[in-house]
Structure formats: C-alpha cells, structure tokens
C-alpha cells in the first residue's frame, strides 16, 4: 500500500513528532487507554502501524474488494446499496397462539422474517407438565410442547412465503421437525422452506449452558440433521455458529471472535468426517455476533472474522465454491452492557452499538430495548429499538457506501492484531485436543470467568467508568419504565393443553416412533429422520429428548474441573 | 471469632446463565470466604441439602429467567420443612423492584440486581453473618 521509502521518510517524521508530543505527555499525568476488552490502545496511528503495509501486495491479499476474497471489506459488492441489512427483532411469549397472533402482526406490518424465541424448559427439552417445568413455562419465550403447538403458531401462514429463525440448540432438531411437518400439512414441498436454526450446541457448552446431552452425540444429532437438510431442505441454514452468548458471558472480544471461530471450524470437520462434502453444507452455515460498547474493536473484530473464515474454508478445508468461504453474519447488541441504573441510557448505548455492527458488514441485526435489565421488553421500549436501526439506516448516511472505515490506520492496524490473537487462540486450542477437550477440561469456560471477574474488577476500582454505575449517578433514582409481565395462567393453560393432547393422540404410533428413534440413536443411523416421524405422529420434545436421554445419559458440567485453575 | 463465613452459591431452576454467580463466588473468594457453587439446575431440595450438608452460614441464589417468585419461596418452603429455617437467604438477578419488595417480606434477607458492585454483596453478607452469631451467642 505504501512504499518502502515513504514508511522510512514517516518513521523518521514520527521520532520527531513523539519529542514534542511527549511534552505535553509530562505536563499531564494520563490514565491507561485500553478497549474494553482489556487491549491497550496506542495513542496515534499511522501507515507505519500497518504492518506489512509497505509490501506491494498487502491490500489484495489482506483486504482486498468487497464482495471478493479475503472479504474484509464485505461479503456483497454492493452492500447495503442494493439491500439494507434485516431488521430482524427477536420475540416469542406466552402461549402458542400468542405468539401466533404477534407473528400475524409483523406480517401484516410487511415483515417477511420471523424469530422466534422459546421458553426455558422447550430449550431444556422438558414437556411443560414436567415438575422441573414449573414457574418457568412460556416466560422467556414461547413454549412448544408437540406438533399442535406449532400448528398454532404457524398452521395459517404460509410456509413457502416466510423465513424462520428459530433460537434453540438442544432439542433444534426436534423443532425442525416439527415446522416441517406443518410445512407438510400446508402441501409445502420442503425444497420452498426457509429459515436459520441455532442449532450451535458447542457454545452452550462454553457459555449459555442450555445443553441436554454429552458433546459428542450432540454433534452426531447435528450432522445428522444437516445431512438431512443438504438433501431435503436445501435452503435451511442449518447452524448459526454464535459468538453472542460467548461474549454475553464475559468474553473479550478477541476470545469472542476466536471460540466462534473455532466452534465452526469444529462443525466444520466434524460434517467432513460424516462424510460430507464441504461445498455441500459450509454455504448454509451463518454466523451470529454481538455488537459491545467499544466502537472500533467491535468493527475490527467483524472484519477479521470474515477474513479469517475465508482463508481457513479454502486453505485449510479446501473449499472451491466460493459461497463456503462467506462469513455471513447476524448481529445483537450487547444486553450485559445495559444498566439498569438510568435504564433511558441504554438507547443510547444500543444506537453506538447498532451502528458499530453496521460499519462492520452485518447482514441482520436485533437491537435491543432498553429495559432488558428490568424484564422482558416493553412494546414502546421494543419500538424504540426497531426505529434505532431505521434512524442508522435512512437518516445517518453510513449505508451509501461499503465499508468506509477500510483504509483507516486504527481500523486496519486494530483488525490485523485480532486476526493474529484469534490465530494463538486456534493454536492453543490444537495444541489441548481440539474444540471438544477444551470444552470438556473447561479452557473456555475458565477464561471467561476470568475476563469477566477483570471487567467487574475495573468497575469496582474505577479504573473503567459506566455511566450511571459507578459515576454520574443520580440519587434515590425512581424507574419510570413499565415492565412487562408474563400471566401465569400462560403456565396453566399450556400444561392443560399439553395433557389433552398426549390424551388423544394416537398412542400407539407414538410409542412405536419412539422405540424407533431409540434403536436409532443407539445404532448409526439417522437420528433426524426418525426425529421426523415421532413428530408427525404428535411426540412430545420432552419424550422425545428422555429417549436419547436414556441412550446417551445427561452432560454434567465438571465443576472440580472447572475450579481448578 | 474470626471463623471464616461458608456460603453456598446455587443456581436453581432451568436457568444457565452463570456469569453473575460466578463474578460472585470470585469476590467472595478474594474477600475470604469459603465459597461452594452448587452447579446449575439444581432443585430446592438439592440446595438445601448441600446447605446443611456444606454447613453454611448462608445460601445465595441467582435466577435470571424470570422464575423468581416460583423458586425463591419454594426454597424458602424446604429451608422451613428441615428446620434450616436459620440460614440466610439472598439472591440476585433480573428481578423487578415489586417482586424484590415481596422476596424480601417473604423471608429472603436481600436482594441484587444488576449493577450492585460485589463490594456491596460482600457488606451485606459479613454483617448479616455477623449479626446472626450475636444472636445465636444471646440465646
């Protein structure tokens, strides 16, 4: 990008520049400038902190074109000219028809997405008349017990028209199966369904620990499923491979970047030993990010990641079409960076972050509301959020040309060195065994810890300052923001269905489906197949994760393990 | 005198996201206490049981899924049942000011929500334990 004479004629420039600064430097004493994440940052950027800028083929092979390998600068030619990044807000609540009659909404509103979010015990694979079930029914989402809770959230809208998001890891192969037997009630051939399970069970493990069964027979259910989805449902994105949670649990934003990664790469190898072919499955697979406070680290971070992923899929894995080298991505802002305290500030705070996962490429983005500290969101705060985004998107003026922080020293500089973090993270996770033997000797999990004691650390010594925490608070502050409460009768009502239904189906099939998915996960065959047919016939994801329960026992996270450092 | 406060750390319900307990058992650690975590998922039964058990001059519960006015009381019901009834109870998490208002007239002795600094956990606990040895040492 720059010659070799200019770098040494500006190196030369810079010894002098720093004398003078360096006057100034004593006449004040400075505190420490660091990220968020705990990186020191330094106090100037200039092509000389480019490293490798003075070498004629460094932007061609490190940034190149939007659209074009490595991807640094995006994964479209033309970005968010040709099409705005979906603003794809996450809901579910209550009961099946609830959340039926929310969906109906945004589709009217002209919304072609949907996202949905299920309650605590469908994501533990426990049926709501479960005693591990209670006070926990329909309260952080929508519960699903059998197919005819799926009919009613989805029996009257047209399959072949919408995409789903569905956030659920465990039992997603269960919820699958069920949206595509109402997508078969419908006559909706399954070649037309669209949407994107989580399905990443290798971060529950590291981070939101919503896991049923031992990692290894947990990924076996997951290539099962995207063996299935490759033939059959071509146009399912089969993992979105999640840093969000990662972070949500105290990683900086390098551990983000590289556990993700990682878990990726994980599923990657894992789908080549089943094997299959890499250009088969990787172009369905996404990515999900968070979006924190730190502006210019969260940009890098994003722009890393793409480059990353494209030079691992076609160096290491070997991938030809170019579709498995995109790191396509979704976006949340950071709810562990919204305070309770003057809760009208998190607007502010999202708005920062949103734009950041804007800069940075996203391809859809949930913003979220301010009251998310206090309970579920309110419908004005749930509001406010979407219109941040719009507010970004017609009104900023960032969407009107890709990538515009390309070029930036800081920018570049900053996006290098996480790239080159990320990769010592890689190296130390080979050198312990792989993804799996960090998740079970608890390398993940101990290092989050630590992150987020340092982070708690720095709040409480005042070395980092969080408005309305720790400085400028306001005393005897009342909470003026209504909260939003879930009936318990949702609770009731949803127990009493689930015991009618289990009453009237027919037995029968249900337990002959069921002994079938047991001989199946016992032996080698395709467990989503047999997962399929128990849900035709009315089986419950309770039922249906007590069976493989029963054949590939429980995972205990090791805590001996975990405390040990 | 000096003995060491024992408190036991527990995640209750189907609830795994643990990284405020955890911030919190570091804290407690670094303050000197003798911290045990229960893991996730664990029952009121289950907790009580490691309480007696462990031994522990407190029981601290955090619960981020809105579950809180269902396992709070239920482990409030099983301390009473086995006569444990003398451990202190408090907790933390996303739980809205009415519902901490009633926690806290049921029997819980406190609760956290999000942005209390540990140092403030760490207060509340010595001088509840604290207290709660005078009392002892009266009768």
Redesign the interface.
Known sequence: MFNKKFIDKLQGNLAKWNQEAEKTRQKKSMPRFFTISGTDIDELYTPASVKGADQDDYYDKNIGLPGEYPYTRGVHHTLYRTRLWTMRQFAGMGTPKQTHDRFKYILEQGGTGLSTAFDLPTLMGYDSDHPRSLGEVGKCGVAVDTLADMEIIFGDIDLSKVSTSMTINSPASMLLAMYLSVAEKQGVPFEKVRGTLQNDILKEYIAQKEFIFPPRPSIRLITDMMQFCTRHVPQWNTISISGYHIREAGATAVQELAFTLADGFCYVESAIEAGMDVDDFAPRLSHFFNAHSDFFEEIAKYRAARRIWARHMKEKYKAKNPKSWLLRFHTQTAGCSLTAQQPENNIVRVALQALSGVLGGTQSLHTNSMDETLALPSEKAALIALRTQQIIAYESGVANTVDPLAGSYFVEALTDKMEAEAEEYFAEIERRGGVLACIEEGFFQKELAQSAYRFQREIETDERKIVGVNDFVLENEEIEIPVLRIDHRVEKDQVAFVKKIKAERDNAAVHTSLQKLREVAQGDGNTFEAILECARVYGSVGEMCDVLREVWGEYVENQAALQAS | MNQKIRVLLAKP???????GI??IA??FRDAGMEVI?S???Q?PAMIVDAAIQEDVDAIGVSIL???H???FPAVLDEMKARGADDIILFGGG?I??DDKTELEKMGVARIF???A???EAIAFLREAVASKKSDEKMM
């Open positions: 319900g189907l609830d795994g996201h643990d990284r955890k911030v570091a804290a975590y893991g996730l998922r029952t899924s809105g579950a006015m269902t396992l996303i809205p000011d929500t999000p942005g600094p540990t140092e």
